[in-house]
């Protein structure tokens, strides 16, 4: 297995000459650099690869036409250069660990050289609050697994409340095929989608719009490197596969879901929109992050051994701290903060990212350059931490009251879903994911 290893990119001490990366609160230190897809507004250019520091971007591309990254192997200057960032996730990690490292040179204070560093990007600094983000690549394909027991156990407990867990749970990861040509950037609004309904007292089901339209709070992992169709990745090796980590929001219709799932699982109950944050935080700035896989009872089943590792076991989870917040219309209006509605931490999934890459590839499947894994909804143990309204309103028995007054079911129109995450340890910098945001338009008149 690569192992992500601590290096001097990593040091808390580390500061920049860009001031806004220096706030100790802030998602963009030096130690994260995250990498994205930007526009600036008008026609100043095509899309570019850039990297977050504090409020700005430093813009790959013009960095890499100045030569400022003539230092680096030419295959990862090139890539720089494109559109997308599937050239570079395509590399795999050690050229991306060598481009991390000039990076955090050229941007980090009190250098020998640092203000040849500074004088040479400065023109290539860019105010993050005046460009539009993009997706990070073309999505090829978009994987959804279930790899939180909690989310699995309290959904499994509305369905089914005496055998909430159907037996395959624990030896296989459940998973499905989402819809990659309906991802969206985090900011796209959504629209309430219609579909076919069957309320539970109704005959026949009829065609409308969702009435219970949710969020699932979830983290993707873009894939890198490629496998050769009929390739299995060990599990040894699929962290070498994994470019990165953003927030995922896969909105779904339960009561479109509900009606359709059988025996196929999810369709157009969540095909109509998934969002993702712009920002992906690379395998490497999260290193100093990495735990242990989550402990499972003595009376759980062993991972069949493609599945195991003592080294996963070791430190194949992620501890990220995800969060996600609502706004309604009213809210905003009335100057109401958004809300919190669930805390969780990815490092409690029963499966951790390796072995869901694994598990994908295991029949031979091909995975591709930025193609998108997702974990599914991640929920915790307590109350508070539940990742869907599903979930939290119990299928919309229990309404919640926000702030201000008003009840929720499920979302409402003009309802605002907002998620954060980010990562902190005691001798680390914090680093954070950014925001994955999405706002809830009516349904479209006159589609039914
Ligand atoms: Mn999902």
């Not at 990659?180 to 005959?203: C, F, L, M, N, W």
């Not at 990495?290 to 089943?301: G, H, Q």
């Not at 969780?344 to 029949?363: F, G, I, V």
């Not at 309404?399 to 499920?410: A, D, K, N, Q, Y």
Request: proline fraction near 9%; glycine fraction near 10%.
């Amino acid at each position: 297995m690569v192992e992500t290893t601590l290096d001097e990119t990593h040091e808390i001490q580390l500061k920049s000459w860009v001031e806004s990366a220096n706030q100790p609160e802030g998602d963009f230190p030096i130690q994260n650099l995250p990498m994205g897809v930007f526009e600036q507004p008008g026609d100043r250019g095509a899309p570019s690869i850039g990297v977050a520091i504090g409020d700005l971007i430093l813009d790959l591309s013009g960095c890499g036409a100045a030569g400022l990254l003539d230092i680096v192997a030419p295959a990862i200057s090139q890539a720089c250069t494109a559109r997308s960032l599937q050239g570079l996730m395509a590399l795999g990690p050690a050229p991306l660990s060598e481009l991390r490292l000039h990076l955090s040179r050229t941007l980090r204070a009190h250098q020998p050289n640092s203000n040849e560093n500074s004088q040479g990007a400065l023109p290539h600094l860019i105010e993050r609050s005046k460009v539009r983000m993009l997706l990070p690549c073309q999505i090829g394909d978009y994987s959804d697994f279930y790899a939180s027991i909690h989310h699995a156990a309290n959904v499994g407990k509305l369905f089914r409340p005496d055998n909430p867990l159907l037996p395959n749970y624990k030896y296989v990861p459940i998973g499905y095929h989402g819809r990659a040509s309906s991802i969206v950037p985090s900011g796209t609004p959504v629209r309430r989608p219609y579909g076919q309904i069957k309320v539970d007292h109704a005959e026949t089901p009829s065609f409308g719009p969702t009435a219970s339209l949710d969020y699932e709070l979830e983290v993707g992992f873009f894939n890198g490197a490629m496998n050769p169709l009929g390739s299995p990745v060990p599990i040894d090796e699929a962290e070498s596969h994994i470019f990165g980590l953003c927030l995922v929001n896969d909105w779904s219709a339960r009561d479109i879901q509900a009606w359709e799932y059988q025996p196929l699982g999810p369709f157009l109950g969540k095909s109509f929109a998934t969002s993702i944050s712009p920002w992906i935080v690379t395998l490497d700035a999260l290193a100093p992050f990495r735990v242990a896989s989550a402990s499972r009872p003595e009376s759980d089943p062993p991972p069949l051994p493609y599945l195991s590792s003592p080294r996963d076991r070791a430190k194949g989870a992620f501890d990220v701290r995800l969060e996600v917040l609502l706004s309604s219309h009213r809210m905003r209006e009335s100057g109401i903060e958004p809300v919190s509605l669930g805390r969780a931490n990815l490092r409690d999934l029963y499966w951790t990212p390796a072995q869901l890459l694994a598990h994908h590839t295991s029949n031979g499947c091909n995975l591709r350059p930025g193609d998108l894994l997702a974990s599914g909804t991640v929920s915790g143990a307590p109350e508070t931490s539940k990742g869907s309204l599903l979930e939290l309103t119990e299928r919309g028995r229990k309404p919640i009251t926000l702030p201000g007054g008003e009840v929720r079911s499920f979302l409402a129109d003009r309802d605002e879903v907002i998620m954060r995450a980010h990562c902190e340890r005691p001798g680390f910098a914090r680093i954070g994911f950014g925001e994955c945001r999405g706002v809830v338009l009516p349904a479209e008149n006159g589609v039914g």
